[in-house]
């Protein structure tokens, strides 16, 4: 269903020319959000990269969410979340 491949440097698809021509494939973004503690965020990001899904370097550095966002996540007594993004591209038939 999706072709989890995104474009070269030169914005080009890296599809092979044939399955370009015999079909419409469009490109489109997607986000992904993590929220959780830091060891939480971190350990999520290197099971992504482990399936080929996504570099770790292509992540957001975590940032601390604030307690009035109505994101807050856990109990006051529990450590500080936190949130990281990705936007991937992905290539849609």
Excluded: C
Excluded at 48 to 75: Q, R
Excluded at 77 to 91: D, F, G, N, R, V
């Amino acid at each position: 269903m999706f072709e989890y491949l995104d474009p070269d440097a030169s914005g080009a698809s890296n599809l092979p020319p044939s399955s370009r021509s015999t079909s419409q494939i469009r490109p489109e973004r997607v986000r992904h959000m993590l929220y959780g503690s830091l060891a939480a965020i971190d350990r999520t990001i290197k099971i992504l990269h482990a399936l080929g899904y996504t570099d770790p370097n292509d992540w957001s550095d975590p940032i601390p969410v604030p307690p009035t966002s109505g994101i807050e996540l856990g109990h006051p007594s529990e450590p500080q979340t936190w949130m990281a993004i990705l936007t991937k591209t992905i290539l849609i038939e």
